[in-house]
C-alpha cells in the first residue's frame, strides 16, 4: 500500500514539473546546488535540453556571478565561449584559486584550456606552447610579465594536482619529464615549481607504471635538473 501511494506521489510530482513552462523550471534548476545539476539533467529530455541550451546559463551566470554581465571585450589566444563555458570558468575561479576572494575569469578560462588540451587530446602539443598560449593570454588581458609568469604558475599546478590517475596521465606527465630542455626567455619558461611537480607525480603517484629502461631515463633527467632529489624518488 504504502509503495502505491509513493509511486502516485511521484507521478503527481512528475505532472506537475511537466505543466511549468521553461523559464521557470530554469528559476528552480538555478537555485538548486550546482553539485545536483548533472543529475537533475538526467531526469528528463526536457530538463536535459534546457542544460544544453543557452537560456538556463545565461540566468545562471547572471543569479551566481551578476559582475559577469559587465565583462568588457574579450581579447587573447583562449576565447571566451558562451555563457555555460563562462559560469564553468568563474565557478573553477572562484572554489580553485580563490584569489583574496576574488572571482577572476581568465584564471578560471585558462585552467579549463589547460586541462582540457592535456586531458583530451593523444597529442597535446608541447608545454612550452601551451604555456606561451596561457602567458599571452594574461598579457593581452594586461597583466603584467611577473604576474602572468606567477598566474600561469598556478594554473599548471593546478591541473597537474586535479588530472585522473590513470594510463593517459602517466604517459602525459612523463613526456612533459622527457621533453628536451629549450631557452625561451623570461616569462614564457615554466617556473621550476611545475617542473618539480611533473616529476614529483611521477615518483610518488605513478612509480609502479615505470618498466626500468623508462624509470632510469626520467630519474637520470631529475637528477640533472634539481640538486638535490628526494630520497623517496630513488
Not at 156 to 181: I, P, S
Not at 206 to 213: E, I, L, N
Request: include cysteine; charged fraction near 25%; charge should be negative.
Amino acid at each position: 500500500m504504502t509503495d502505491n501511494r509513493d509511486s502516485d506521489t511521484l507521478i503527481l510530482v512528475d505532472n506537475s514539473f511537466g505543466r511549468l513552462p521553461d523559464h521557470l523550471l530554469i528559476e528552480i534548476f538555478i537555485r538548486l546546488p550546482v553539485s545536483e545539476w548533472a543529475q537533475i539533467s538526467c531526469v528528463k529530455k526536457q530538463w536535459a535540453s534546457l542544460f544544453l541550451g543557452e537560456c538556463l546559463w545565461q540566468a545562471a551566470l547572471m543569479r551566481t556571478f551578476p559582475s559577469a554581465s559587465q565583462a568588457k571585450r574579450w581579447p587573447g589566444p583562449i576565447p571566451q565561449g558562451l555563457s555555460k563555458r563562462r559560469f564553468a570558468a568563474l565557478y573553477v575561479g572562484k572554489h580553485i584559486f580563490a584569489l583574496d576572494d576574488e572571482i577572476d575569469e581568465i584564471l578560471g578560462l585558462t585552467y579549463l584550456f589547460l586541462k582540457e588540451q592535456l586531458e583530451l587530446s593523444n597529442m597535446p602539443p608541447p608545454s612550452g606552447i601551451l604555456h606561451g598560449t596561457i602567458i599571452d593570454q594574461f598579457i593581452t588581458c594586461g597583466k603584467s610579465r611577473d604576474v602572468a609568469h606567477e598566474l600561469a604558475s598556478q594554473i599548471w599546478l593546478a591541473v597537474l594536482d586535479n588530472l585522473d590517475e590513470n594510463q593517459h596521465t602517466f604517459l602525459l606527465l612523463k613526456r612533459l619529464a622527457l621533453e628536451g630542455d629549450v631557452f625561451l626567455p623570461f616569462p614564457y619558461s615554466r617556473s621550476i615549481k611545475v617542473q618539480w611537480r611533473v616529476f614529483e607525480k611521477l615518483f610518488t603517484d605513478f612509480r609502479d607504471c615505470f618498466d626500468p629502461a623508462d624509470y632510469y631515463d626520467v630519474l637520470a633527467i631529475a637528477k640533472n635538473k634539481f640538486q638535490p632529489i628526494p630520497s623517496a624518488w630513488f
